[in-house]
């Protein structure tokens, strides 16, 4: 097989951190491409070292001055988490001397490792988030042009391109975006999947959690995964598990801080009574969700009852995967009126609150608008565009100020 690396939305970020910040730390979900992005973009000015060898591993924790001397900057270290005692000498290393650039770290445990770079290297590391890939790296169309979430939103709104030859919605949901699975068509969706999920317990969980829950935590994550794009009940959750509200509140603090879910919570300024106080969650990758409440292929995926709310999953996450590697620092909320009107994501810049709109339909109806429409109503922006997400290839305007874009355009 030929391999051929995939351009990824971060890079943008990640070169422009490494000109101001001492350190830069990529995290994000295992085999997330982590590894991949620093080895292709830094490695001609950068020696790398993995701290998942056990005899490197072993010397950094040992005697990490000596592997600080062996290894010297510029320096990409692999899997830091691996060896958090590190941070503390790189920290000295960098009061000595705040050169950028000088060292790129790697992890994937976040939780843990969170706080160790916190406690070490507050206001030296620049942290950034690598998700698995977003729509528009799958189809090498990366927009750099468009790097503000205003711009992004008018593009799609006033789209006159052509649809090109996609994939079905379906596979779309089913692939996800890991990138072994999307370069290597051979590899068993279903092994790659069950041996990520043992790993990530075994790796990830185990240490964090007491071992007496841990069959309980894998039921708790079956749960939720049949629960994605819904609002979340911590009491509901405690007494299906039959663990306290605390422990389910920490689980899901775990598996946010891992980047395997998604906490999108309601506008906060709501007109007139507050209804809503739960976070809506996603799973970050559809595939990964897909996989684990049994579904087994496209047919099976669209017509059954998680059909709507995978689509919404996958759709918002090309918006969140975007603006994290972007940085952009617009706030994304949803919104659901007193009567019940709902609008799945609002995006909140300098310029406004942009509502949208996911629709697993291919045909875009006037029920489709309802909840965009009672947006504007409430909201008092009637001049405003709305935009719906959805498997319809009619683009463009759909009602009024109310446009329509595929789903393959995110």
């Known amino acids: 097989m030929v391999y051929m690396y995939i351009n990824r939305l971060l890079e943008k970020t990640l070169k422009e951190a490494i000109k101001t910040f001492p350190a830069v730390l990529i995290t994000g979900p295992r085999q997330s491409g982590k590894t991949t992005l620093v080895k292709e973009v ?21 005697d990490p001055r000596g592997f600080l001397e062996r290894y010297p900057s510029p320096l990409i270290i692999d899997e830091i988490q691996n060896a958090p005692q590190l941070l503390s000498y790189i920290k000295a290393k960098i009061d000595k001397d705040r050169k950028p650039g000088k060292w790129i770290l790697t992890g994937s445990q976040q939780f843990p490792l969170m706080r160790n770079v916190s406690e070490s290297l507050a206001g030296r590391v620049a942290v950034l988030t690598l998700f698995p890939f977003s729509q528009a790296e799958k189809s090498r169309n990366l927009r750099y042009n468009l790097g503000t979430a205003d711009s992004y939103i008018k593009n799609l709104s006033g789209t006159k391109d052509k649809i ?20 290597n068509k051979k590899i068993s969706r279903k092994i790659w999947f069950s041996s990520y999920i043992q790993t990530y317990i075994d790796r990830d969980v185990r240490g964090n959690i007491k071992t007496a829950n841990l069959n309980d935590f894998e039921r708790f994550l079956t749960l939720l995964a049949g629960r994605t794009g819904q609002e979340i009940s911590f009491s509901v959750l405690s007494r299906e598990i039959g663990v306290s509200v605390p422990t389910i509140k920490s689980w899901m603090s775990f598996l946010e801080a891992s980047s395997l879910i998604y906490l999108l919570y309601p506008y906060h300024k709501n007109f007139g009574k507050r209804v809503i106080k739960s976070p809506k969650m996603y799973f970050t990758d559809t595939g990964l969700v897909s996989y684990i409440v049994g579904l087994q292929d496209e047919e099976h995926l669209i017509k059954g009852p998680m059909a709507g709310a995978l ?3 996958a759709c918002i996450m090309q918006f969140i995967k975007r603006f994290s590697a972007l940085m952009d620092n617009c706030k994304l909320y949803f919104w659901r009126s007193i009567s019940g009107f709902e609008v799945d994501l609002l995006v909140e810049t ?7 709109e996911f629709k697993l339909s291919s045909t875009i109806s006037s029920q489709h608008i309802l909840a965009l429409n009672e ?18 290839k009619r683009l463009g305007l759909v009602g009024k100020n109310i446009y329509n874009c595929h789903f393959s355009m995110l």
């Not at 830094?42 to 040992?62: G, M, N, T």
């Not at 947006?375 to 319809?392: F, P, R, T």
Request: aromatic share 14%.
């Open 350 to 356: 300098a310029q406004g609150i942009f509502p949208i």
């Open 375 to 392: 947006w504007s109503k409430m909201a008092g922006v009637l001049d405003k565009k709305g935009l719906i997400v959805s498997s319809s």
């Open 42 to 62: 830094l490695s001609k000015k950068y020696d790398y070292v993995s701290l998942d060898e056990l005899d490197i591993r072993s010397f950094a924790i040992e």
């Open 164 to 183: 090109k030859k996609t994939g079905s919605t379906g596979d779309w949901i089913l692939q996800g975006g890991y990138p072994e699975l999307f370069v």
């Open 311 to 313: 689509f919404e999953t």
